[in-house]
């Protein structure tokens, strides 16, 4: 599984590793994502450091997970991206607009406040 959960800074924090393939993975992050917003969790970063590519479907399924959050009151950040996937969050124009990057977990916790 290229993601793991795991609660950090009075937030949940999911590394996603390597290659994050929606088509793949999708299904088991979406309900990990369910499980969390049932479990009352709001605040979620999205660890991009050690994500060595994504497809469309796995954006869709970030997307996806922040309009879980978002609907439940809560927010989704992202961190640690490389050039290459940020790139991809560029070009597609979603970093701004729909989603917030920082650079470490510690500056996208700390804007949560």
């Given at each position: 599984m290229p993601f793991s959960a795991s609660e950090q800074y009075q937030a949940v924090v999911i590394q996603i590793s390597g290659k994050f393939l929606g088509s793949i993975e999708?299904?088991?992050?979406?309900?990990?994502?369910?499980?969390?917003?049932?479990?009352?969790?709001?605040?979620?970063?999205?660890?991009l450091s050690k994500a060595d590519f994504l497809d469309s479907s796995g954006i869709g399924a970030l997307i996806g997970?922040?309009?879980?959050?978002?609907?439940a009151d809560g927010d989704v950040k992202l961190?640690?991206?490389?050039?290459?996937?940020?790139?991809?969050?560029?070009?597609?124009?979603?970093?701004?607009?729909?989603?917030?990057?920082?650079?470490?977990?510690?500056?996208a916790v700390a804007s949560f406040a």
């Open positions: 999708g299904p088991a992050f979406k309900t990990e994502v369910e499980r969390l917003r049932d479990a009352g969790k709001k605040r979620v970063v999205i660890d997970a922040l309009t879980t959050m978002r609907k961190s640690g991206m490389k050039d290459r996937v940020k790139n991809l969050f560029l070009l597609t124009r979603l970093l701004g607009p729909v989603f917030d990057d920082y650079d470490t977990i510690e500056e």
